[in-house]
């Protein structure tokens, strides 16, 4: 299977690779700014769709794989520093995602967002972003309503990096943007 044989994806690099639950079906992001749904069991490529300017460096499932986020950033100008979150649907046997909207100026002005995080589970509505050396912030974001719950603010002022390894942080016991919306409602 080539994706590279559609037009204008000849110089394009995959950024990351995700698979649908357990589903023969993989996700592939792009240097160009392009995602590519794939079919690995008839190796086939369903649709590759432009979602951003330039590249895209993350990707990640959300609640239960019922929504996908992609982010733009680059070391160059090549990128729109933007979160998008679509929606993933399933349908006959093929995979569709749809666009349902975007986070604007995520990170820096610069670099964008260098990377995305987020627990996966049913309820968390949270998604975990880190921008590159002009904002070395981690954020933490109500993906649904595109607002800040919490940010960390880069730990080195004088030596500002991008943290790679957000993966590590771990989930256990993070409410829920929805349980503490209950919460809030209950002691009203």
């Not at 995700?18 to 690995?40: C, E, N, R, W």
């Not at 954020?139 to 500002?160: K, T």
Request: proline share 1%; glycine share 6%.
């Amino acid at each position: 299977m080539d994706i590279k044989k559609h037009d204008k994806l000849v110089a394009a690099k995959v950024t990351c690779l995700l698979q649908y639950k357990m589903t023969p079906f993989v996700i592939a992001t792009l240097s160009s700014g392009h995602i590519a749904v794939i079919d690995m069991d008839r190796t086939h490529v369903l649709s590759i769709t432009k979602v951003h300017k330039g590249n895209i460096t993350s990707a990640c499932f959300l609640e239960n794989f019922e929504y996908f986020a992609t982010a733009s950033g680059a070391f160059g100008k090549r990128q729109d520093n933007c979160i998008n979150v679509y929606r993933v649907i399933e349908v006959l046997g093929d995979l569709f995602v749809r666009k349902v909207h975007n986070i604007n100026n995520a990170h820096g002005k610069n670099h964008g967002v260098m990377c995305l995080r987020s627990s996966n589970m049913i309820g968390d509505r949270s998604l975990f972003s880190c921008g590159y050396q002009d904002d070395g912030r981690v954020r933490v974001w109500d993906f649904m309503q595109r607002c800040i719950l919490a940010e960390v603010e880069a730990q080195h002022r004088d030596f500002r990096d991008t943290i790679y390894r957000l993966h590590t942080l771990t989930f256990e016991g993070v409410p829920s943007v929805i349980d503490q919306e209950e919460d809030k409602g209950k002691s009203s």
